[in-house]
């Protein structure tokens, strides 16, 4: 799903966490999830202001499952963003659940050169907002690839 979102608002306002959120709720239905029974939903917000989903995808051979937060950040590169501000994670069997490592990771490709990525996590009744660099310290990403000259 593609949405659209009014950054001109001043930043990662309560009403775009809110939305995002939302966002990766609606998307959390559609999981394909027939072994774990985990459902998890994302939305990320790309630098234009673009929404787009994505969901776990379980696969019988378990080591080709993806998770919810990759479909998404994924599906937003092959649309042709390469800068992410946000990405929204939803699990309804669990609130409050964060991303994988291998997620972080991923997330930290897409980040923006200049500053950080918000990771919300939905607490049910409320939205955990933490930096992608707290949940990721020390992180090796495309910065540490480019050389001098």
């Known amino acids: 799903m593609i949405a659209k ?28 999830v027939p072994y774990s029974h985990f459902p998890v939903g994302a939305a990320v917000l790309t630098e234009s202001g673009d929404i787009v989903t994505g969901v776990n995808v379980e696969n019988a051979s378990f080591g080709l499952t993806v998770c919810g937060e990759r479909v998404a950040i994924h ?18 069997k669990a609130a409050g659940t964060t991303p994988c490592g291998a997620c972080r990771q991923v997330m930290n490709e897409f980040k923006p050169a200049n500053g950080d990525m918000m990771v919300l996590m939905d ?3 409320s939205i955990l907002a933490i930096p992608l660099g707290d949940l990721l310290p020390k992180s090796f990403g495309p910065r540490d690839l480019e050389h001098e000259e």
């Open 5 to 32: 979102t009014n950054r001109n608002e001043g930043g990662l306002t309560p009403r775009i966490q809110a939305d995002l959120i939302d966002a990766a709720r609606r998307a959390a239905q559609h999981a394909y």
């Open 123 to 125: 607490g049910r009744d």
């Open 75 to 92: 599906s937003a590169a092959a649309l042709g963003h390469r800068s992410i501000l946000a990405v929204a994670v939803s699990a309804p």
